[in-house]
């Protein structure tokens, strides 16, 4: 008697839950995106340019004096290339590899 009574708390808590995200989603309530910190986002851009770097020393060389002279385009300049760099590495998702 118990354990069914435990059974069945644990059952109406589950079923609770679902239908309290159930209800999220059709509202149109997306999760919310952690914002990343001013210091992340320089890791991340400072990450990102060195593989840049490792890649094409002149396109390096140009986001640099980019990034000294206008702030706000080379923003704009990095998230042109992450976006290329996103649509580049979905084109091969799915293939694998061929079979010998």
Known sequence: MKYSLIVMVMVAALATGAMAKEKACAA??????????????????????????????????????????????????????????REGAAKGKGKGKAKK
């Open 28 to 85: 149109g309530a997306e999760p919310a995106k952690k914002e990343m910190t001013a210091d992340q986002k320089a890791a991340h851009t400072a990450k990102a340019l060195e593989r840049i770097k490792s890649k094409d020393e002149a396109l390096y060389k140009e986001l640099i004096a980019l990034k000294e002279k206008d702030p706000a385009a080379f923003e704009a300049k990095m998230a042109e290339l992450r976006k290329q760099h």
